[in-house]
């Protein structure tokens, strides 16, 4: 049971937008600290996609964008392509417990 | 261009202890700018931080194995490594070692190729 919840996956045509939700709480979303994304490919290890809820590390398309409300964040794609079907992780800090980094259980977005 | 790479057996018995080693190179790793963590995946499952170490020695550790864990750093050899005593087949896993940018959340922004760990007889 991950501390924060993504949906198992999500789908969407080529030149469709998608998101991908990442529900947390009180402890750890809603308490203000940031959200990360990262883009996992087949086999390989996970890349920094979206970090401190909107900004995208240089190299990362405008295509895709992050947001945050409440005790939810969401990761947009626009345009999508062929070569975004991977699996997305959300991760934040949750204070419980004297504090530590949580991830969300990743979605796997697939391109029709 | 910060690189990092896992070392250690990729086969360890049950109630053994997995050691592994993570050698940085293209940056220090006394730099105030990151932490430096252990990420796990089992296969086909979702990511699990592990822990993490700043430069001075001082470590973060995931509440549901802070009692098995223990991060440590050798700055002499730009080097830090994960102990993770008592181990089972749960925790057979993809282990990445990672950069930690300094802060709070400890977004991660490099990640070695990782090392696949099977706990096995």
């Known amino acids: 049971q991950s501390v924060l919840t993504q949906p198992p996956s999500v789908s969407g045509a080529p030149g469709q937008r998608v998101t991908i939700s990442c529900t947390g709480s009180?402890?750890?979303?809603?308490?203000?600290?940031?959200v990360n994304w990262y883009q996992q490919l087949p086999g390989t290890a996970p890349k920094l996609f979206i970090y401190?809820?909107?900004n995208r590390p240089s190299g990362v398309p405008d295509r895709f964008s992050g947001s945050k409300s409440g005790t939810s964040a969401s990761l947009a794609i626009t345009g999508l392509q062929a070569e975004d079907e991977a699996d997305y992780y959300c991760?934040?800090?949750?204070?419980?417990?004297?504090?530590?980094?949580?991830f969300g259980g990743g979605t796997k977005l697939t391109v029709l | 261009q910060l690189q990092l790479q896992e070392s250690g057996p990729g086969l360890v018995k049950p109630s053994e202890t997995l050691s592994l080693t993570c050698s940085v190179s293209?940056?220090?790793?006394?730099?105030?700018?990151?932490?430096w963590g252990w990420i796990r995946q089992p296969p086909g499952k979702r990511l699990d931080w592990i822990g993490s170490?700043?430069?001075?020695?001082?470590?973060y550790y995931n509440p549901s194995l802070k009692s098995r864990v223990t991060i440590s750093v050798d700055t002499s050899r730009n080097q830090f490594s994960l102990k993770l005593s008592s181990v089972t087949a749960a925790d057979t896993a993809v282990y990445y070692c990672?950069?930690?940018?300094?802060?709070?959340?400890?977004?991660?922004?490099?990640w070695g190729q990782g090392t696949l760990v099977i706990v096995s007889s």
């Open positions: 990672a950069s930690q940018i300094f802060g709070v959340v400890k977004p991660i922004d490099k």
């Open positions: 293209g940056g220090s790793i006394s730099s105030s700018r990151y932490y």
């Open positions: 170490i700043y430069y001075s020695g001082s470590t």
């Open positions: 009180s402890s750890n979303i809603g308490a203000g600290y940031d």
């Open positions: 401190g809820d909107t």
């Open positions: 991760q934040s800090y949750d204070s419980s417990l004297s504090g530590y980094v949580v």
